[in-house]
């Protein structure tokens, strides 16, 4: 997609600072960490939300959870704990419109988001 930030990411028309990469996930550290851990976590596949994944599309998921379970580890985060968010839409507060996830950690992190 010509405008999408995170598709420039993969493309590496714009710098990140990559933690994780393979054929079919890119994780970076967020550019506004609100945890001492702040990766995204995305698909390089074009998905703009969560309200986009189909039957054909969905098993990108089981990737972006595989690859967090390695980026907790070599973080060291994965025995302590972390979270793992996705915004959908307006009300969750989503900005970036290529599907992310966010894992959270290094910290104890508060009690559920609302
Ligand atoms: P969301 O509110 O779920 O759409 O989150 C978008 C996230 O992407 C925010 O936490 C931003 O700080 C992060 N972000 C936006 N642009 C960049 C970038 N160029 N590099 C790294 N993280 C970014
Ligand atoms: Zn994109």
Excluded: W
């Excluded at 001492?36 to 074009?46: A, G, L, R, W």
């Amino acid at each position: 997609m010509d405008n999408c930030i995170f598709c420039k990411i993969i493309n590496r028309q714009i710098p990140a600072a990559v933690v994780y990469e393979d054929d079919r996930v890119i994780a970076f550290n967020d550019i506004n960490p609100v945890a001492p851990v702040h990766v995204i976590i995305i698909p390089k596949e074009h998905i703009a939300s969560a309200n986009d994944l189909t039957a054909g599309n969905s098993d990108i998921l089981s990737d972006v959870f595989l690859a967090a379970q390695k980026i907790a580890e070599k973080t060291g985060i994965a025995a302590k704990g972390y979270r793992l968010i996705n915004n959908c839409g307006a009300d969750a507060g989503q900005t970036v419109f290529h599907m992310h996830f966010h894992l959270l950690g290094g910290v104890v992190l508060g009690p559920k988001i609302i």
